[in-house]
């Protein structure tokens, strides 16, 4: 119940294109969805985080959509960039953080 | 503003011999402290967080433990390591009623 499902483990995308990350949950009493990115050799930061009152957030080119019905959740990154290439993690929390595996993404030039 | 310095980055050590990782917080003050571990190509792995001074909860068991003598100060250490100790170790912060996390740069110990 504790888990944190992600998928896909690794992606790869071309320059311009939308990549997509998903995550699944089973505990309905999270009640924050965050997602952090991480370069080689770096702790991940925050890159964006939603609360399950609402069923989107943007800023700038990355969009978090959340499903709450289906326990489901998902990174959008329009327009990717090589400097997006990076590992991204989802997680959940209602006091602690429960971790996705995360995924590998490459941006092809 | 607030940063979070750990140090060493790199330590390579033999097996059997002792481990100490710092880390420390400035410009906040009670905040929560954790530690983590990433494998190579991993997911993080909680090992300790702590709300307090003295206040550790384990939550993998393994032979390494966890210390908070001040506030803004978390060690990690091992008596004795292990080759499966080996790994890319996290300190991360978050404030009491927030719950963002705030991650140092990483210490890659290699266990020979």
């Known amino acids: 119940q504790q888990q944190v499902k992600q998928s896909p483990q690794s992606l790869i995308v071309q320059k311009g294109g939308i990549s997509i990350i998903n995550c699944a949950y089973e505990n309905t009493a999270f009640d924050y969805f965050p997602w952090y990115q991480q370069f080689p050799g770096k702790g991940p930061a925050l890159l964006i985080a939603?609360?399950?009152d609402v069923s989107e957030k943007k800023e700038g080119r990355f969009t978090i959509s959340f499903n709450k019905s289906a326990k489901q959740f998902s990174l959008h990154i329009m327009d990717s960039q090589p400097g997006d290439s990076a590992t991204y993690f989802c997680?959940?929390?209602?006091?602690?953080?429960?971790w996705g595996a995360g995924t590998k993404l490459i941006i092809k030039p | 503003s607030q940063t979070i310095h750990q140090w060493p980055a790199t330590l390579v050590q033999p097996v059997g011999s002792p481990l100490s990782l710092e880390c420390t917080v400035e410009?906040?003050?009670?905040?929560?402290l954790y530690w983590y571990r990433q494998a190579a190509g991993r997911g993080l792995q909680l090992l300790f967080y702590?709300?307090?001074?003295?206040?550790i909860s384990s939550e993998v068991p393994q032979n390494l433990s966890a210390s908070r003598p001040q506030d803004r100060q978390f060690i990690l250490s091992s008596k004795k390591l292990l080759l499966s100790d080996s790994g890319f170790y996290l300190c991360?912060?978050?404030?009491?009623?927030?719950?963002?996390?705030?991650f140092g740069e990483g210490s890659r110990l290699t266990v020979l």
């Open positions: 939603i609360r399950p």
């Open positions: 410009g906040t003050s009670n905040p929560n």
């Open positions: 991360a912060w978050s404030r009491r009623d927030a719950g963002e996390l705030f």
């Open positions: 997680a959940a929390s209602n006091y602690q953080l429960i």
């Open positions: 702590s709300v307090g001074i003295g206040q």
